[in-house]
C-alpha cells in the first residue's frame, strides 16, 4: 500500500510540474478569435460613438462579447496597409479581404464600408404664441456595403442605405443613420457572425 500511495503521489507530481509546460504551449499558440469589425471610410466615420452602436449592436446582454470594434482593430488594419509598404488605406479588393482576416488573427472579419454621408438641410418655420421661429432640420443618408469574410471567401454580402433628421445637429444625423445601418445588417448577418 505504501508503494502505491508512493506510486500515486510520484505521478502527481510529474503532473503538476508539466502542467505550467502545457500552459506555456497555449499561450504560445492562442486559437484564434471569434469576429472583428473593421469601419473603412473617412475619419467622421471611425470614432468612439460610432465603434458603441457596432458593439451594442451585436453584443446584446447575455451573450459574451463575440465582436470586436473599435480603435485596436482599426490600428491593426492600418498597420496591415503599412506592412505592404502603403502610408494609407487603399482600395479594398476581395484578396485583400481574405488576407487581412489571415493578418488580424480572427476567424471571420466583418467589413463596414461606409460612403460619404449625404446632407441635406432645409430651414423650416413655426409661429406661435412667442412669435416667429426658423429652425434648421438636417437630413443625412449613409450607405454600407458589408462583407463577413473568412480567411478564404466572402460568406455573406449586404449594402444598407439609411436616413436619420435632426433639428440639432449634423453629427446626430449622420450617427442616426449609421446606427439604422448597423441594426439592419445585424438583421441580415448576425446569424454568421
Known amino acids: 500500500m505504501r508503494k502505491f500511495i508512493c506510486s500515486l503521489m510520484t505521478i502527481a507530481f510529474l503532473l503538476l510540474s508539466m502542467t505550467p509546460a502545457f500552459a506555456e504551449i497555449n499561450l504560445l499558440n492562442p486559437t484564434p478569435k471569434d469576429t472583428c469589425v473593421v469601419i473603412v471610410g473617412d ?21 459574451s462579447k463575440k465582436v470586436i470594434s473599435g480603435t485596436e482593430i482599426q ?31 480572427y476567424n471571420k472579419v466583418l467589413f463596414l464600408i461606409v460612403n460619404s454621408p449625404v446632407v441635406e438641410k432645409t430651414k423650416q418655420g413655426r409661429g406661435g404664441w412667442g412669435g416667429w421661429v426658423q429652425t434648421e432640420r438636417t437630413r443625412a443618408s449613409i450607405s454600407v456595403k458589408t462583407f463577413l469574410v473568412n480567411d478564404s471567401s ?3 454580402a449586404a449594402d444598407v442605405t439609411k436616413e436619420d433628421d435632426s433639428d440639432t445637429s449634423e453629427l446626430r444625423a449622420k450617427r442616426g443613420a449609421f446606427e439604422k445601418c ?12
Not at 509598404?85 to 485583400?96: N, S, W
Not at 448597423?182 to 457572425?193: A, F
Request: hydrophobic share 35%; proline share 1%.
Open 43 to 63: 475619419a467622421a466615420v471611425k470614432t468612439p460613438d460610432f465603434f458603441k452602436y457596432v458593439d451594442e449592436t451585436f453584443n446584446t446582454e447575455g451573450k
Open 154 to 156: 466572402i460568406i455573406k
Open 75 to 105: 490600428s491593426m488594419y492600418q498597420t496591415y496597409w503599412l506592412d505592404k509598404g502603403y502610408l494609407e488605406e487603399q482600395k479594398l479588393t476581395k484578396q485583400d479581404l481574405n488576407d487581412f482576416v489571415k493578418y488580424s488573427g
Open 182 to 193: 448597423v441594426k439592419e445588417i445585424q438583421s441580415t448577418i448576425g446569424s454568421l457572425i
